[in-house]
């Protein structure tokens, strides 16, 4: 995945059903509205591992996520605060409580949390 941090004033405006949390194209790309106003977080999949991120245009990646399935939809952004590529990873766990009942697995994180 290609993250993508940016500010965009005009995607702000450009809400004509109101404002959105979480757009998920009809592909493994999705992008998250961060604080209600003009920051939002773009993640572009890509499949080639070896992939040179250094090569990658961010606004490209933003453009490709909001286009969908189909031809790249372009709006200006204001600034690109941040750019990565992550590779997610999941799990599960065997047991969710300690063997003492002290220690929980809990959360979207999986935090610990101490039950005294």
Do not use: C
Not at 50 to 61: A, F, L, R
Not at 84 to 92: K, V, Y
């Amino acid at each position: 995945m290609y993250l993508v941090h940016f500010k965009s004033k005009e995607l702000s405006e450009l809400s004509p059903f109101g404002r959105f949390w979480h757009v998920f194209p009809p592909t493994p790309d999705f992008v998250i509205d961060q604080d209600d106003e003009d920051t939002y977080t773009s993640h572009w999949s890509f499949d080639d591992l070896n992939t040179d991120v250094t090569t990658i245009d961010p606004k490209e990646t933003v453009y490709k996520v909001f286009g969908g399935a189909g031809e790249p939809y372009q709006f200006k952004i204001d600034e690109v605060m941040v750019s990565s590529a992550w590779r997610p990873n999941f799990g599960i766990a065997e047991k969710y409580i300690s063997s003492t009942g002290r220690i929980l697995l809990a959360g979207d994180a999986g935090m610990f949390l101490s039950l005294k």
